[in-house]
């Protein structure tokens, strides 16, 4: 693919994830910390967060099953998620978990189900969007740095 094209599609792809409002600024500090030295920063901090969600989501469903429920653990590690979440930029994920806490503070068994498959679901889209702007990333080459997209 032309390099031309490439950056275009780059850019609008990152305009869209800003947009749909998966990703915040936090996503271009992120970036903007990206150099030479390490010039696969964002996409191994974004790798990790997506192993460590993953890890977390399961552990939340888990905790679900048990009986009695355990809010104030449910709480513990939705919070963590949330945390990594608004570290990478993940603002949906963030939004979602801020309900799921809620949703411990009612000691709402079902809302924090409900909750949990919305998590589940913004987990899954955002990790095949982001694989998908990593990629492209890729292919565009070390010519091709943080793509401000700023409005």
């Known amino acids: 693919m032309e390099y031309s094209n490439l950056r275009r599609q ?7 994830l800003f947009d749909q409002g998966y990703l915040d600024e936090q996503f271009n500090q992120l970036e903007e910390l990206q150099d030479e030295s390490s010039p696969n920063f964002v996409e191994e901090v974004v790798v990790l967060f997506f192993n460590d969600s993953s890890r977390l989501l399961t552990n ?4 679900l099953e048990k009986y009695p429920q355990d809010f104030y653990q449910l709480d ?17 994920m963030k939004n979602e ?3 799921f806490k809620a949703h411990c503070n009612d000691k709402s068994l079902e809302g924090c189900r409900r909750s949990l498959q919305k998590m589940k679901r913004e987990h899954a889209t955002l990790k095949k969007k982001l694989e998908t702007y990593f ?3 890729r292919q565009a080459g ?10």
């Open 10 to 16: 780059i850019i609008c792809m990152k305009k869209s």
């Open 97 to 99: 978990c801020s309900v």
């Open 135 to 137: 990629q492209l990333m």
């Open 76 to 92: 513990s590690l939705v919070h963590q998620l949330k945390g990594s979440g608004t570290s990478i930029g993940a603002i949906r």
């Open 142 to 151: 070390p010519r091709e740095r943080a793509v401000n997209s700023r409005k």
């Open 60 to 63: 939340i469903e888990q905790t």
